[in-house]
């Protein structure tokens, strides 16, 4: 069965700490994987897409990777409003999203 | 562009009842898919719509029906509700099989 699990769950850092998120899987035929950030209360909200061991996208103090059984979430200089859950998903070829619990960061002034 | 959005915010029932939620795809999206999303969990897939037909569901019981409209725009039918139906019910929509955007969701409460 396919398995999606990220950590740490929980994440405190200072203001302007770097930290990394993962997200390992196990899952046959990938065709992408996916990381969203949600609020409390919120609908998730897209930041990235990576189809292939070694690529990587950013997107200002975001930089997402994938390995063949991995992905990590690092976060560089974050800012209190980086504060949310980061939620990782793997896409089949059925197109269904299968999320992992997600990890909560909070980040302090 | 209008992005994804979902009525009601809030949902209170009680055991036995039904509910049904509603969906307004992304502009130019003909994918709809729905999540259920409980307290400190990630989101679990419930179904996925393309063009009017469901083409996938994951381990749900029939008792979560769904339909989608000509504008590509969906409802969530839950019949004799639980109480572990209680959840944030997430719908998200797509042009084809690409990325899923996410609507805010609608908390949906059993008492």
């Known amino acids: 069965e396919d398995q999606v699990t990220q950590s740490p769950e929980a994440l405190r850092l200072q203001e302007g700490e770097s930290s990394s998120l993962n997200c390992s899987y196990t899952v046959s035929g990938l065709r992408g994987l996916f990381w969203y950030r949600q609020d409390p209360g919120k609908g998730p909200e897209f930041l990235f897409t990576?189809?292939?061991a070694g690529e990587e996208k950013e997107k200002e103090r975001l930089k997402a990777t994938l390995t063949k059984k991995e992905s990590f979430l690092h976060i560089t200089a974050p800012k209190p409003e980086d504060s949310a859950t980061y939620l990782c998903?793997?896409?089949?070829?059925?197109?269904?999203?299968?999320f992992g619990a997600g990890t909560t960061v909070t980040v302090r002034a | 562009e209008t992005g994804v959005t979902q009525s009601p915010t809030h949902l209170i029932k009680t055991r036995g009842q039904q509910v049904t939620l509603r969906c307004s795809s992304q502009s130019g999206h003909n994918t709809v898919s729905w999540y259920q999303q409980a307290l400190g969990q990630g989101p679990q897939f419930i179904f996925q719509?393309?063009?009017?037909?469901?083409?996938g569901r994951g381990n749900f019981p029939p008792r979560f029906s769904g339909l989608q409209f000509p504008n590509y725009s969906s409802e969530l039918n839950v019949n004799a509700l639980e109480l572990d139906d209680s959840a944030l019910y997430l719908c998200?929509?797509?042009?084809?099989?690409?990325?899923?955007?996410f609507g805010p969701g609608t908390r949906l409460t059993v008492l």
């Open positions: 998200a929509s797509a042009s084809g099989s690409s990325t899923q955007y």
């Open positions: 990576l189809y292939s």
């Open positions: 719509y393309y063009r009017e037909e469901e083409n």
């Open positions: 998903a793997v896409q089949k070829n059925d197109y269904k999203l299968s």
